[in-house]
């Protein structure tokens, strides 16, 4: 492949997506169930989300957390040391450093981190709305080894945002500072993670204004996607169709590359720990339907490969859904 020498810009950012790699990439190669990976009991995940906080600053109407389905609390350090053994020794590359809660609430995600990458998992990911992750708290996130921060810029602006977010106005011109201010963060420290940001495709005016609000932040970010509007569970269906945006069943991924509602990759290619222990099958598992072994009575491997779980995917690869716990979620799709 040939390199642009003679602009030095370009070739460091050339360079950069080399190493890092397009998250995109990253997504698809996530949602793609492979072969091996359609039986009942497949193999150990590449990806694994730990839930560190159910806990969310935000009330977002798109987003089932803040109807308050369970208890909402924070992990146990000892559980989650354990956990990351628990994780490795299972085979385990990738783990995500959130799954339903706003991970820069704790004072201790950088600590986190840092001994994830020590136990020797190469790819550690993060998931923010954008709001609480100060240059400070971003900074320490990076020396810790942070390997990808991804934006969730759901709010064309501040009116909107305190619309559907149901918070205070002044949080969405402090989240689109702290979005502007890290890539500045990551070249003073010369640090190796990812920026990337995601948006919810909506219709109409909505996604026509979301769409230059991803255009003022695309320069500070490597990459931006796009996502469908989820039901998450169908637990937010009735709120988001009378806003009259069309939702999609399942979790098919992101809206440049969906996958079918059934079978669900989340059930066969990337696992979820709860704050509490729960593995879960399904990557919106508010209120603990979804869930397939408590992993402080069995290892992650007993888990994954639960009669459970087994049963449910079983379901999902012959497509009879209709009396799993999935059906109302795939409902829109099938």
Known sequence: MMINIINPINTAIWFFNMAIGKITERVDAITGIK??????????????KIELTARCNFNCSFCAT????????????????KLLKDLKSSGVEEVGM???????????LPDAIKVA????????????NGSLCTPEKVKACMEAGLDSLKFSLNYADEEQFTDIAKVNGALFHKMIEN??????????GSYECGLYGSYIDYDGLQGERMKQRAAELEPYLDEIYTLPLYSQANLVSVDEKGRGWAIKGGNPGRAEKMRPAVPCWSLFTEAR????????ACCFDHDGRFRMGNLNDVSFMEAWTSKGFQNLRQQHLTGNVGQSICKECVSYAV
């Open 98 to 108: 959130f799954y339903l809660g706003e991970s820069f609430i704790l004072p201790w």
């Open 66 to 81: 803040g109807y308050k389905l369970r208890d909402k609390r924070d992990m146990d350090w000892e559980f989650y040391l």
């Open 273 to 280: 720990v709860s704050f509490d222990g729960h593995l879960s």
């Open 179 to 188: 979005v502007k201010s890290t890539q500045t963060i990551r070249d003073e």
């Open 117 to 128: 990458k020590k136990e020797g998992f190469e790819y550690v990911f993060l998931t923010t």
């Open 35 to 48: 072969d091996e990976y359609r039986v009942p009991a497949p193999p150990c995940p590449r990806s694994v």
